[in-house]
């Protein structure tokens, strides 16, 4: 008798289980309804994030005051005199042993007010389930759609804005919040103790920006190049940061809540820390690329796309596992092994698997985004120990404030005085509006909240995520015509309309600082060549010695492909600043996805005949490649439409707001 | 500290379930790379299910006595003074509380004579996610790819197999255990329990035949439509009965373990139980198939894949969570789903959408199975409780060969008195070795083993898996050829070549059973109006007085598409009898994904004109929009390539094996 009602309940808590499942899934649901319906009506002043939050939040209300549940009274309270906590004890009920395992430890058991707090709690999820089932294909997915082009090209700002930048913002923001803190402490507005090491903490969670809702903006608008590279690589590159950032906060003070004054070890023990995750995570997600890379390369499995995509799917799932299994960072390694992916392994894949990797990331990273956001916008009303303190809050928001602006505008100034390609100003004060926090900053700060200081940070953090997401996120685009960023840009297009003497093209290679150009060069030589099909092969660019090594590893593709530079990457980074003479004419498809170039073919093989260089004329060969993928060339006459009548030369402002 | 040492456990927890799943990641990316091998030496005796069963059992083996770790001895028994057990308990360690939650009941807690027991409970699974997470993608992905044309044609006799036939086999296999287990008893070789409730139980897991292994080689070779339609149907409706039925056999028996005598108000209850359980998964099944179809049909979703893509997961997966919630089958319901949603919803979405959908199920299918199979093999050794009796091993190989015999032999003769189209007996042969016992009998059988007749009953049935799937699988190409079933048969082509004189056109509408006629009349008439753009409008099926409710639900597509049909299935259903003059022009695709027909459009329109029947014509002209889906036909001497030298009609032998 005892087991049916042990099995009874069992089933009775499935049931509730998939019940409160149901309710996020119809959520989902009515997102992707209203988005829709947002989209066919052009409606765009509302992200999906956001409508997925006020959903979320309405549910919250609901759960809140709507729903009475008669209380479940079977929780059993035993008092045992066990000094510790086991994750797993055995109950002796009468003869059979039960076993059970620890969920986490309760805090003031009994006594809340809140009616249905059984409810709450059941539409409650384990943190750790952001971190291991939602944020990784979130993260991954923006490191596999990385511009790469964009990307390389900005590598040395985007690396500043993401290590120097956060950190930066890390500190500022520690420091104005214990500056509100100890005000609060002296005029007596706070309710528990909060240290200099949860003002940093708060610092790290809250730097971590959110690239989902802002890009989603600038990708439709098809704002400025460059511009979405900075935004984006800091954005993607800083979550990263952030994560470890706090992981090594949280090393700091590994000692219980006793000691919070300056500890010289512990500082170097924190650094330690953040620098060993992220060099190990780093390794680690671009190891599991590589490998990934090398199979797909040395394999025939490009003829079943369906194996191929299934290999590439569980060994990027792999990278994860195999971080957190050796302790480091799997959300950070995931990063990195999306960009390697992306750099390498893609290349190597069937045009299919191109497609379905594509299209199953995007997926993922949809319904895992949305499910985040309607998830916070129910815990608003769900999470029973919020501490709402207003002086936080604005403390808070004027510290965020701060600390994007520190992280911003000085950094800005220091590239410029660097950069030949200049930040301008109206694209500092967008990035610095664009500050969005998301996903992370929120899987972050409902790790832990057990403690007071946690708490209070866990709501002033909601209320940040609603705020930026809401207001910053809305107000993009009329910040963007405001500010007169260019949209509309061709993705494949460059920006440099200022330059119109046609001799920009070697440019982007040489205006690029020395440590990238050594990095492309090494890619270029021995990297590519090595993991992908494209590149010269290695016999040409090893030393002789390596002769048989180099031969086993080059693919029979590459020999074939030594005369000519089909290697995407190199196009994307190099041609583009001689983009401008055929810029609009560059990938411009049609409805059916037939290239169409607007001028005839003799203009660009004249232009490559007059370049000096052979790299370059080589380049611009790419670049012809690019355009006409066809191995024969059609014939003009009848394949394609005739050239548009206004050349994009004679009106270089038209693509501006 | 007790709180350090607590998350530090978590933490070790979290890596060490981190590296167990990065086992089974690393099982599944060997079984594709070997998969691969296989395919690329087209080595075709072991389906990839069986290698993932191969491997599982290699690292069974290591896992059970080459790695040894040393005893984890944090389990601590606390002796209670409860009189049951709640899922969720509070124990009190020194004032904190600390929230348990019931993972289930242990046999001989103590005294285990397995070195690293530890190791092995580690890496098992919880029997629930089979349940909850693995099965559902498998049977929805069944039922999304059930070949409509062929399923429908046979439905009478799938029904019958899956019905009648599975409900035979069940008591079948029972009786003939119950006989096994009454001599075991009388001959002492008995080491516990085991009543006649457990051998129908038994019966019920064993009769789920799964269409994984055997449909892979069917499809492979080509083999006849009409075999694969009935195997496949068979062994794709078998799983939702099994599951069923052994649901309602554990439902006869709730009153505990003493009373194990006939009951006739159980046997009513059970029956009860097979019914509501049935059609409640049926009903929730496809009612969110056709709201979904309602949703794609009503809105614009189609321009945005991403969105129509994610609704149609989201609203397939919440079929599963809303029958679960209320007390359903969750995969009986998906399975239902699954062809609802290929029947109608299907037909509505973009053709991208098509793809991504195809492309999504196809891949989560293949990882859950492998998953499936590859734990399969790991837990023959990982398993603690395995009871193997040699007498009950060859009882159940007896039970299962005679169980099956009993289903398909007297069925197909039963079958073939109404049929006009005869089950072959070399059919009835291939029917009777392929019944392989795969993942569902699997995840039946490992749900529960508490007691000594279930473990005995899950060690068996987990030999009977590996015996079906590594001889019955790699076995079939051999039976297959030695029963000389015609291969290589294209899959839009029928089989009728015995009726060479081009009247058999309409035959198979009239061959087919009134029920199904009738069936299909509704459905084509009312349902497919509704749910789809296809089929006649409904203002024109419905009578006068539904006028007003008809224009609104016919979409503006229908009206177009009112004098012509292009409604696929009815060309799959209707059509094919007449496949026969032009069968091998039908829908041949060159490598550009253009259609290519090979003889002229004359021939076709011809055809049409000598058609007496006003919709046999309109059928026809279906058939030519099909193979032809542009609107102005293009130019026959440009176009298309000439006629193939030798008409299909010449040698209807030839795709004999």
């Known amino acids: 008798m005892v087991n049916v009602v042990t099995e009874r309940k069992a089933e009775e808590s499935h049931r509730q289980d ?48 709507g729903v009475h549940l008669p209380q479940d009274l079977s929780d059993v309270t035993l008092t045992c005199a066990v000094n510790s906590s086991p994750t797993t004890i055995l109950v002796n009920v009468s003869g059979r042993f039960y076993e059970y395992s620890l969920k986490g430890e309760v805090q003031d058991s009994k006594g809340h007010d809140v009616p249905n707090a059984e409810m709450l709690r059941k539409v409650t999820f384990d943190p750790e389930v952001f971190f291991n089932i939602l944020l990784p294909p979130i993260i991954f997915h923006a490191g596999y759609s990385l511009k790469r082009r964009h990307f390389f090209r900005n590598l040395g700002s985007i690396l500043s804005y993401a290590f120097v930048g956060t950190l930066t913002t890390c500190f500022v923001t520690g420091l104005v919040m214990y500056g509100c803190v100890v005000f609060m402490k002296v005029i007596g507005q706070l309710g528990g103790d909060f240290f200099f090491t949860d003002c940093l903490f708060f610092g790290a969670i809250v730097s971590a920006t959110d690239p989902v809702t802002v890009l989603a903006i600038f990708n439709e608008l098809k704002v400025d190049v460059d511009l979405y590279a900075l935004m984006f690589g800091e954005s993607v590159l800083n979550d990263a940061v952030a994560i470890v950032l706090s992981s090594s906060i949280v090393a700091y003070q590994p000692e219980g809540d006793n000691r919070h004054t300056f500890d010289g070890s512990a500082l170097l023990k924190s650094l330690g820390v953040f620098l060993g995750f992220f060099s190990g995570s780093f390794a680690m997600g671009a190891a599991t690329g590589v490998m990934t890379a090398l199979v797909t390369k040395f394999t025939k499995l490009r003829d079943f796309p369906l194996l191929e995509t299934a290999l590439f ?14 302790g480091f960072t799997g959300v950070v390694a995931v990063l990195f092994c999306g960009i390697t992916q992306a750099h390498y392994t893609y290349n190597n894949l069937s045009a299919e698997s191109k497609s379905r990797t594509k299209q ?42 701060l600390g994007r602006a520190a992280n911003i505008y000085p950094l800005s100034f220091l590239l410029n005085l660097g950069r030949k390609n200049k930040i301008a100003s109206n694209f500092q004060h967008v990035m610095m509006f664009s500050g969005l926090r998301g996903a992370m900053t929120f899987a972050l700060s409902i790790r832990d909240t057990a403690t007071y200081a946690r708490q209070m940070m866990f709501s002033t953090t909601l ?23 260019r949209v509309g840009v061709d993705t494949d297009q460059d920006n440099s309309v200022t330059a119109p003497d046609g001799m920009t093209q070697r440019s982007t290679k040489h205006e690029s600082a020395w440590p990238f150009r050594l990095w492309y060069t090494f890619d ?16 040409s660019t090893l030393p002789a010695c390596c002769g048989p090594i180099a031969r086993c590893l080059t693919s029979t593709q590459a020999y074939e492909n030594a005369g000519q530079l089909n290697d995407e990457d190199t196009e994307l980074i190099l041609n583009d600043g001689g983009g401008l003479m055929y810029s609009d004419m560059m990938v411009s498809t049609d409805a059916h996805g037939m290239p169409t170039p607007s001028t005839s073919q003799a203009g660009l093989y004249s232009l490559a005949g007059t370049s000096d260089d052979p790299l370059d004329r080589e380049l611009v060969f790419g670049g012809t490649r690019l355009v006409l993928p066809t191995d024969e060339p059609p014939d003009p006459l009848t394949s394609f439409p005739p050239p548009p009548p206004s050349p994009p030369l004679l009106d270089p402002l038209r693509h501006r707001v």
Request: proline letters at 3%.
């Open 18 to 65: 998939s019940a409160n499942l149901l309710i996020f899934i119809t959520l989902l649901t009515l997102t992707i309804l209203t988005i829709w319906l947002f989209k066919h009506r052009r409606f765009r002043f509302l992200h999906e994030t956001g409508l997925a939050m006020i959903y979320g939040l309405f549910v919250g209300i609901i759960l809140r005051f």
């Open 360 to 401: 199953l990331f995007e997926l993922l990273n949809f319904l895992a985004e949305n499910f985040i956001f309607s998830y916070m916008g129910l815990t608003f009303f769900s999470f029973q120990h919020h501490v709402f303190n207003p002086l936080f809050i604005i403390g808070a928001f004027l510290a965020i404030f």
């Open 463 to 485: 209320l940040i995520v609603f705020f930026t997401v809401l207001v910053c996120g809305g107000g993009t685009t009329p910040v963007l015509s405001l500010m007169q960023i």
């Open 313 to 326: 799917f569980l060994m990027s799932w792999s990278t994860f596992l195999l971080a957190e299994a050796c």
């Open 524 to 539: 270029h030589n021995y990297l590519k060549p090595f993991l992908t099909h494209s590149g010269p092969p290695l016999t």
